[in-house]
């Protein structure tokens, strides 16, 4: 009786750490694995933990430096000596309001709550993007926290493009610039804003890249598919980001 032939060894699960370092790498594998295999949360909750975690050192550098306090004391002032025009409080209480709110101790900790949030409402939301993509372009089904899992993984990306803007920010002394595109639509010169735009497109397009090999995997299709559709949902994310940065610079400029 012939024996069959000897199957190949299945391939072993890697470590959450190996996961985190190869989604720069070979990130094609990684999703692959991701699904492949049971429900990890950990692929999401522990890139969320550490993007809060730079955006509370974000938050701690930026705002322990005076002139950025004194930029972001002078826009407050500006905001409410508009409302105080404009009849919604006293100079009384803008007094206490500017005087409150213009703490280092606030600051960092307003700031350093927005970044956890905004972490973890990013992850969530990329995962939904993945998620109806498939849906409505590829006409595929796969399971939400599938895809939330492959958007923290590649968020990955972002967290490392957070790290490279406060390298830049604080040269800068921006402390708008929490952001790579609000760091962009900021910059005061083109000096500044030649780096920041390189930046925002190395991070972008390598993001974009790497979310779309995520949604390839779980669609089972090819990266030319899902390519065109993460951009356009990344590109329609920016171009949001933009006008609300736009908008809130307008109304900065019409307290002067």
């Known amino acids: 009786m012939e024996s069959s032939p000897p199957q190949p060894p299945a391939a072993q699960p890697t470590s959450l750490l190996a996961r985190l370092l190869n989604v720069f790498a070979i990130p094609s594998q990684v999703f692959a694995e991701v699904n492949a295999s049971q429900t990890r949360k950990a692929n999401w909750l522990v890139p969320v933990l550490l993007a809060s975690l ?4 974000t938050a701690f550098i930026l705002f322990s430096q005076p002139a950025v306090v004194e930029q972001v004391t002078a826009q407050q002032a500006k905001l409410f000596g508009e409302y105080v025009k404009s009849g919604l409080i006293n100079q009384a209480q803008a007094d206490e309001a500017l005087k409150t709110y213009s703490s280092p101790a606030v600051l960092k900790t307003g700031r350093s709550l927005i970044a956890a949030a905004g972490s973890l409402l990013g992850v969530l939301w990329w995962g939904f993007v993945l998620w109806l993509l498939g849906r409505l372009f590829l006409k595929t089904k796969f399971p939400y926290h599938k895809a939330v899992e492959v958007a923290g993984l590649a968020s990955m990306i ?25 760091a962009l639509s900021d910059a005061k010169s083109e000096a500044h804003a030649f780096p920041l735009a390189v930046a925002l497109n190395l991070f972008g397009f390598w993001f974009i890249g790497v979310t779309a090999a995520g949604l390839a995997r779980l669609a089972g299709v090819g990266s030319l598919r899902t390519f065109p559709l993460v951009a356009a949902g990344w590109l329609l994310q920016q171009m949001t980001l933009l006008s609300l940065g736009a908008a809130a610079g307008g109304m900065i400029s019409g307290a002067k």
Do not use: D, E, Y
């Open 54 to 57: 730079v955006g509370m050192l």
């Open 158 to 182: 972002s967290l490392l493009g957070s790290i490279v803007t406060l390298l830049l920010t604080v040269n800068f002394s921006n402390p708008a610039a929490t952001h790579l595109v609000t």
